[in-house]
Every structure is written in structure tokens, then in C-alpha cells.
Nanobody, 117 residues
């Protein structure tokens, strides 16, 4: 079992910045990739960014150049720094960890990010 605790998020004006963090505990030795997803109102959950255990990163096109994902393996924590936020970035952001053993995926409780225009 893996427990994920998210923090950060909130309300910000367009063009502003926010940071998210997600701390993992429990069966962390099997964690491989860590990532962030978001779910906008009325839409499906979608990938935002992902980082491998080796530090390789992947970003979806709509956040490239604005968001930065990082992880601290010593603290078992993944971060998402969000800059130049846009109203369309509004949604619930979920932390995800992917393990090398089953169950493969765990999710955080979600944190609300609201960007006002």
C-alpha cells in the first residue's frame, strides 16, 4: 500500500504561480514513475506531467514551458511548479504514483486549483 498526501493548490489570478507537492509513504520501494493529472469540470482526468525514477520528465503540450515537475527521492515527494497559469488550468489536480508491482497505481486525494481571469 502507498499513501499519498497532497498539498498546495488554491486560487490565483491568471498569470500567477502555484506549487503542488505530494508525499508518498508506505510501500515506496516499488515506486517507479510519479506524476500529476488534472480533471476539469465536466471533463475526464488527463495527464499533465510525469517523472521517472531516473528523473526523465514528460509534459503534455498545453503545459510545456509553464509547468515544471520534480521529485525528491529522499523525501519520496513529487512537486509541480505551475507558472503563467491560465483559466483553462483550473481543475482538481491528482498526484499519481506507478509501481513496478501490483497494484500498479495509487492516487492522491486531489487538490483544487482555480485560476481566475
Amino acid at each position: 500500500q502507498v499513501q499519498l498526501v497532497e498539498s498546495g493548490g488554491g486560487l490565483v489570478q491568471a498569470g500567477g504561480s502555484l506549487g503542488l507537492s505530494c508525499a508518498a509513504s508506505g510501500s515506496i520501494v516499488s515506486i517507479d514513475a510519479m506524476g500529476w493529472y488534472r480533471q476539469a469540470p465536466g471533463k475526464q482526468r488527463e495527464l499533465v506531467a510525469r517523472i521517472s525514477s531516473q528523473g526523465n520528465t514528460y509534459y503534455v503540450d498545453f503545459v510545456k514551458g509553464r509547468f515544471t515537475i520534480s521529485r525528491d527521492n529522499a523525501k519520496n515527494t513529487v512537486y509541480l511548479q505551475m507558472n503563467s497559469l491560465k483559466p483553462e488550468d483550473t481543475g482538481v489536480y491528482y498526484c499519481n504514483v506507478h509501481r513496478t508491482i501490483w497494484p500498479y497505481d495509487y492516487w492522491g486525494q486531489g487538490t483544487q486549483v482555480t485560476v481566475s481571469s
